[in-house]
């Protein structure tokens, strides 16, 4: 982009199917603060062409030949520090939601998602924002509950001693959902004050996101499922 403003996000779209690729570059392509950079048929074309095109985000469908979504977000994730991946579900269908946040994925999004939806999406996650939508939260709690018992969870019990209790506060929130705004106007304390100790959480936990810092928290049993 032009004119002294910032440059356009850069999507890569990765789905097996002609419609859904070509009905979302369509509607990404007439935002003008979005540029569609590129398409990809499966997961194993989705990790060559973010390493060819550098994308900002990748919208991710789960279920794709080859290479199935998880897998490739986990390639893409461990490869490119850069490249947030955006998981596309169909809520009904797709059991493995939680699966695709524990690869590295930094949100999700219904695939029926208005133009807006979507678009909004991706500037939420190239700003690094989680994004869960709350119609397939309820799902995403229940694989929390399942998952919770496995051999990782032992050790995220001893990591999040070395968070404040202020940091630990931040991070419970993070897992609910809330926004920096809302969890600064939750504790009555300034925005920046709320970056500032999430930038401070992914340090001392080693996370990527706020996405994973929620998974985190359910996983350390700071949050349970209700």
């Known amino acids: 982009m032009t004119g002294g403003r910032s440059r356009a996000i850069r999507v890569l779209i990765a789905d097996d199917q002609m419609m859904v690729r070509e009905g979302f570059s369509v509607l990404l392509g007439a935002m003008p603060d979005i540029e569609v950079v590129g398409e990809a048929v499966n997961g194993r074309e989705a990790v060559d062409r973010v390493r060819e095109l550098q994308p900002d985000v990748v919208l991710m469908d789960i279920r794709m030949p080859e290479m199935n979504g998880i897998d490739a977000t986990r390639e ?17 269908l797709d059991e493995y939601v939680y699966q695709a946040l524990r690869a590295g994925a930094s949100g999700f999004l219904l695939k029926d998602a208005s133009a807006r939806q979507l678009a909004d999406g991706v500037r939420v996650v190239s700003a690094g924002e989680a994004l869960l939508a709350p119609s397939v939260t309820r799902r ?24 404040t209790d202020r940091e630990t506060e931040v991070l419970v929130l993070i897992a609910q959902g809330l ?6 106007e ?16 992914l340090v001392k936990l080693g996370l990527r996101d706020r996405t994973q810092a929620a998974v985190f928290a359910y996983e350390a049993r700071l949050v349970t499922p209700r």
């Open 76 to 92: 893409i994730v461990a490869a490119d520090g850069a490249a947030k991946v955006l998981v596309l579900t169909t809520f009904d």
């Open 140 to 163: 995403l709690i229940t694989e929390f509950s399942k998952l919770a018992e496995e051999p990782r969870l032992s050790a995220a019990h001893g990591a999040y001693g070395d968070l």
């Open 179 to 184: 926004s920096n705004s809302e969890i600064a």
């Open 186 to 201: 939750r504790l009555v304390v300034a925005e920046s004050t709320i970056k500032t100790h999430v930038s401070r959480i």
